[in-house]
Every structure is written in structure tokens, then in C-alpha cells.
């Protein structure tokens, strides 16, 4: 079989035959960081993680990025692969944003205080889950010890579900100017089977709130791959959104890990995963019918309008990847605040623990709450730069990359090259004596083919997700 060919205006295309799916449908990592976060360790050396936020301070260090996890939800959708915690006790917002305010308090003394933040996002979990005026404290505690350049640019994950107008205004007031709202589907009989029932009034009705409060971009995500979807009912889900008029949308596939999301066993019990095929053809139909719509493919899941700051990224080779997707933010060092929140300097790697009662412990004893990290080694930020590259630009300019990690690319890495033969032979990659580039074709496998430089990766791993 041979699924439709999706020859866009944009000149992509997406017919992959079936026996291309199912020879590069492998757990691979999304590649928001490398070595991924399944290669950090337990350290010993903390001390280490530690060291490195001081370190980060040297003269000519990048801005800050600063990321906070609010993890709780009202309810547990099914599919979700977040760490999250389920409640309805309203006392756990303020008492988790007295543990913020230590955790901001012990971070930002070991920070340079002359460095801008760039970038903040909240993400969860339900960011809105705090009531209006504890998301007005947190916005004062970042404030009060950090220097916020006035066109940061400051996002939020946003559950039309839990969002009244006074949230709007209190994420208006503290700055926030972008919002992502989670749709996944607007079918009534997935949202049935997923357990997140959100008629598409309220999706108009978040969207009206935070337009009218002059947030600059409102994008969407969606997910394909859940229970009951078809490529026909999905066309229907992207139809729809496309009335919100979002500036970006993320259109994820649906990360079937049971094994650390037991929740999502609930579909095998009930035989309504999909197949990696009836994936592709709603992937491919959303392609079509977004870029039909005007809208750029960024990579891998991402759309945005072509004024969009990440299409003029992509445009001038300057999009970067971090922990929340693709951005347009160069060299900023993450801090992440919150359980499982993850940091980067450019040396390291470090993870908050993921359990709430040792992430408060840590901070009630006025340590940082590292759970796990990594130092970097020099050949791992060589393949960082590499891999990041096929990630962004789809391509790899031997030259330019040699100059930049100051290796001979084309001779140090030629093993790793020479494995893309069956890529090449499958119309997924295009090689030269100066180069190699992904296709249009292989745009859907990025990751496959950034795994070839990937030193950590061994192919029976499992815990990652599909790949497509
Ligand atoms: S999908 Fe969002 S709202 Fe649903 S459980 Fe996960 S984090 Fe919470």
C-alpha cells in the first residue's frame, strides 16, 4: 500500500510506503536535549550540578530561559504522558508556591543577578490549577529576584477547561504574552474515550479571553494516534481548530509508554491503539490541510504561521531546540523550577526530583532538589551541535559544523555517515562531499536520522517512544 501522496504547495511530500513505516517505527528520544534525559545518571556529584550554575556566570554567558512545572490537574486524561499530580485540594497551589519561593530564593542567589531572562514558561500539569492570585505571587517572587527583559517572551500552557477571565488578567498582569492551548481533539466520541471531555465553546471562549487581553501569540496542540481518531475525524478536529486562527500548532504523536504511564493501559485493554500507518495518514492529512492553510512546517510536529518568529527562525538557520520544543532563543541557559523540572548550562544537565515529597524535603532542608544530572563531555557537545542541527536546519554543512566543534565532521564522524546508506537508498537523506541534507520526504524521520550520531542509543532501547 501506498498511502496518498501529499504534494503541497509547500513541496513536501509524504508518500511513505508502508515498508518504510515499519522499518524506522522504532523507540527513538525527541531529542529536547542530548544525551537524552533517560541517559542522566544519579550523581554522586551533585556538588558537581551544582558548581555549574556558578560556573554559568562566566563573562559573555547567554540569558536565561527560565522554565516553571505546576503539576497538578483536576482530572486524569488518559493519555497524558506529563508528570502530573491529580487533586482537588485547592490548599496544594499556595503550599507548592511557598516551595517555589525557596527554590527561587536558593537559584537565584547563585545567579548573576545582571543576566536577563528571555524566556519563561509555565508549564504543567495545569498551570491554572493555581487560583488567580497565587499565579499573581508567583509572578512577583520571579520578578523580585530576577531581571525580566521587557519583551521577554513568556508562555503559558493553558486547559480551556480551568481557565476563567480572571486568570487571563492575572497572567496578563505578571507578563505572560503567550499561550499554548491544549485541544488534542475536538471529536466528542475521543474526547469520550481519552476522559477529557471539552466542547469546542471553550476552546473559542480561551482563546476570545486571551486575545481580548493582548496575548501576542495563541497557539494550539493537538495529538494524533488516540483512541477512535481516523484521518477523516481528524481533518474534521484540524478544520475546526483553524477557526481559532492559532499562530503556531503542535500536532504531537500520541507516546503510547504504559510502563511509565500505567493510565494508558486502558486503550490496550480495550484494543483502540492505532496503527503506525493510520498515524501516518492522520499526520499526513493534517500536513496537508495546515500548509494548505498557510501555515510553515517547522519540524517534526510543529506549524506556524510564515510571520511567525519560528518560521523567520527556520528561514534565517536559526532555530534551536530545547526542553519545551523548538525556540528561537540562542545560548540561554534553562533553569527549571518545580518537581521534575530539568536545567542546562551549557556543561550540564540536571533534573528536580519527579516525587513531590522529596523535592520539598530537599528544598525544607535548603538544598537544591537534584534528582539526577550529566556533565557533559566534549565529544557529547559535539554530537549535541550535530545533532541539533539535523533537528533545526534538516542539514548538516560539513564545513560550517567543523569550524563550529572544530573537528573534521566529514572525516571524525564517516562511520556514522556511511550508516545513512539505506536512509539515502529510501529517499530520506541526500548526501554530498560537502554535506548531507534531510528531504522532504524525510521530514517526518528526523529523529531516525539524528539517532545515527547519537553515541548513547542502542537500538533495542524501549524507553522511549515511537518514532512515528
Ligand atoms: S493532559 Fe494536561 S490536563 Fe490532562 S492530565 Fe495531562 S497535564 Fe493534566
Known amino acids: 500500500m501506498i498511502l496518498p501522496h501529499e504534494n503541497s504547495s509547500s513541496g513536501i511530500e509524504l508518500a511513505l510506503d508502508l515498508g ?9 528520544p525527541r531529542y529536547t536535549s542530548y544525551p537524552p534525559a533517560t541517559k542522566f545518571t544519579f550523581p554522586g556529584e551533585a556538588r558537581e550540578l551544582e558548581d555549574a550554575i556558578l560556573d554559568d556566570n562566566r563573562p559573555g554567558c547567554g540569558p536565561l530561559s527560565l522554565y516553571f512545572h505546576l503539576p497538578f490537574c483536576e482530572t486524569q486524561c488518559w493519555y497524558c504522558g506529563c508528570n502530573t499530580v491529580v487533586t482537588r485540594r485547592r490548599e496544594a497551589a499556595s503550599e507548592y508556591v511557598d516551595d517555589l519561593a525557596r527554590e527561587i530564593g536558593l537559584t537565584a542567589s547563585r545567579i548573576a543577578s545582571a543576566r536577563q531572562v528571555r524566556q519563561l514558561h509555565f508549564g504543567g500539569g495545569t498551570p491554572t490549577f493555581l487560583p488567580p492570585d497565587e499565579l499573581a505571587r508567583l509572578g512577583l517572587l520571579i520578578h523580585e529576584h ?96 483553524l477557526t481559532l486562527s492559532p499562530d503556531r500548532l503542535s500536532v504531537f504523536s500520541y507516546a503510547h509508554v504504559p510502563w511509565i504511564r500505567p493510565a494508558q493501559r486502558i486503550f490496550e485493554s480495550r484494543s483502540q491503539l492505532c496503527t503506525p500507518e493510520e498515524k501516518l495518514a492522520m499526520f499526513a492529512v493534517a500536513h496537508r490541510l495546515l500548509t494548505a492553510a498557510g501555515y510553515v512546517d517547522i519540524g517534526l510536529d510543529h506549524f506556524a504561521r510564515p510571520d511567525d518568529e519560528l518560521a523567520i527562525a527556520q528561514r534565517n538557520g536559526t ?85 563550529q566543534i572544530g573537528v573534521d565532521v566529514a572525516h571524525a564522524y564517516a562511520p556514522e555517515i556511511a550508516s545513512l546508506d539505506d536512509l539515502e537508498a529510501d529517499g530520506i537523506v541526500v548526501r554530498t562531499a560537502s554535506g548531507l541534507t534531510v528531504t522532504p520526504r524525510g521530514g517526518p524521520l528526523l529523529r531516525v536520522v539524528a539517532m545515527r550520531f547519537d553515541a548513547t542509543f542502542s537500538p533495542g532501547e524501549t524507553r522511549h517512544s515511537q518514532t512515528l
Open 319 to 403: 532555530l534551536h531546540r530545547n526542553f519545551q520544543g523548538y525556540s528561537t532563543e540562542a545560548g540561554a541557559s534553562l533553569y527549571g523550577f518545580g518537581v521534575t523540572s530539568i536545567s542546562s548550562t551549557p556543561t550540564t544537565y540536571r533534573q528536580n526530583f519527579k516525587g513531590l515529597p522529596e523535592w520539598r524535603r530537599a528544598l525544607a532542608a535548603g538544598r537544591l532538589p537534584i534528582e539526577r544530572g550529566l556533565v557533559l563531555s566534549d565529544e557529547d557537545r559535539r554530537r549535541r551541535t550535530l545533532i541539533m542541527k539535523i533537528m533545526c536546519d534538516r542539514q548538516l554543512d560539513y564545513a560550517a559544523v567543523s569550524r
Open 20 to 28: 518504510i513505516i515499519r522499518k524506522y517505527s522504532i523507540a527513538g
Open 146 to 241: 530576577f531581571s525580566v527583559h521587557p519583551e521577554c517572551e513568556f508562555g503559558v500552557e493553558i486547559d480551556p477547561r480551568r481557565l476563567t477571565a480572571e486568570h487571563v488578567q492575572a497572567l496578563r498582569v505578571i507578563g505572560a504574552n503567550r499561550a499554548s492551548i491544549g485541544v488534542q481533539d475536538t471529536n466528542p466520541e475521543v474526547q469520550k474515550a481519552i476522559h477529557r471531555w471539552q466542547p469546542q465553546e471553550l476552546n473559542i471562549q480561551a482563546v476570545s479571553w486571551l486575545r481580548d487581553a493582548g496575548f501576542q501569540s495563541v497557539s494550539v496542540d493537538l495529538i494524533y494516534g488516540l483512541p477512535l481518531q481516523t484521518a477523516e475525524s481528524f481533518a474534521r478536529t484540524i478544520d475546526e481548530v
